[in-house]
T-cell receptor, first 114, second 111 residues
Framework: NAGVTQTPKFQVLKTGQSMTLQCAQDMNHNSMYWYRQDPGMGLRLIYYSASEGTTDKGEVPNGYNVSRLNKREFSLRLESAAPSQTSVYFC?????????????FGPGTRLTVT | SQQGEEDPQALSIQEGENATMNCSYKTSINNLQWYRQNSGRGLVHLILIRSNEREKHSGRLRVTLDTSKKSSSLLITASRAADTASYFCATVGGGAQKLVFGQGTRLTINP
């Protein structure tokens, strides 16, 4: 199993450009999450999807949109990138059915907005 | 805002010594988890302790939880160079399926 995969690994955008970060998991998990990590800080939740067909805002949703395309895939879109969105983005998934609350993380996407 | 505060922010010890990291949080929790992050990588789950548990062990890891003080500690015994990483506590509250992370402790093990 590949676990949680993310594409791309690195991206440089100019201010105002748009892009979509892709995430997929092959563990048949119900819940998926997008986080951002800024230097010296822990992870902050952007959006999450508790199950296929549902999405909810996290702590820092402004400037982002998400799509839970199917059970496997959860994408994050930046419609008009800003320098403040320079960060490392992590996708995670969790099998909410067993109430273990353990999350599995992808390797991250390092985004720079100039 | 982040739930947890971790202490210390950075810790440097010699290989073979024990490393202790602390986490404090603000609201009631269902469980508390510890994750490790190697440089440039995603987070890896280490251990989970539920709110009705006081201590838990996994290999060289020992976690304690004091819900009256809203604090937890992670002890890594007999540290190895490979333990060099950042360690994060994360809490789950009520019926939520969301993790709230602390800011992390950067641990360096010197050979």
């Amino acid at each position: 199993n590949a676990g949680v995969t993310q594409t791309p690994k690195f991206q440089v955008l100019k201010t105002g450009q748009s892009m979509t970060l892709q995430c997929a998991q092959d563990m048949n998990h119900n819940s998926m999450y997008w986080y951002r990590q800024d230097p010296g800080m822990g992870l902050r939740l952007i959006y999450y999807s508790a199950s296929e067909g549902t999405t909810d805002k996290g702590e820092v949703p402004n400037g982002y949109n998400v799509s839970r395309l199917n059970k496997r895939e959860f994408s994050l879109r930046l419609e008009s990138a800003a320098p403040s969105q320079t960060s490392v983005y992590f996708c995670a998934s969790m099998d909410s059915g067993v109430y273990s609350y353990e999350q599995y993380f992808g390797p991250g996407t390092r985004l720079t907005v100039t | 805002s982040q739930q947890g505060e971790e202490d210390p922010q950075a810790l440097s010890i010699q290989e073979g010594e024990n490393a202790t990291m602390n986490c404090s949080y603000k609201t009631s929790i269902n469980n508390l988890q510890w994750y490790r992050q190697n440089s440039g990588r995603g987070l890896v789950h280490l251990i989970l302790i539920r709110s009705n548990e006081r201590e838990k062990h996994s290999g060289r890891l020992r976690v304690t939880l004091d819900t009256s003080k809203k604090s937890s500690s992670l002890l890594i015994t007999a540290s190895r160079a490979a333990d060099t990483a950042s360690y994060f506590c994360a809490t789950v509250g009520g019926g939520a399926q969301k993790l709230v992370f602390g800011q992390g402790t950067r641990l360096t093990i010197n050979p």
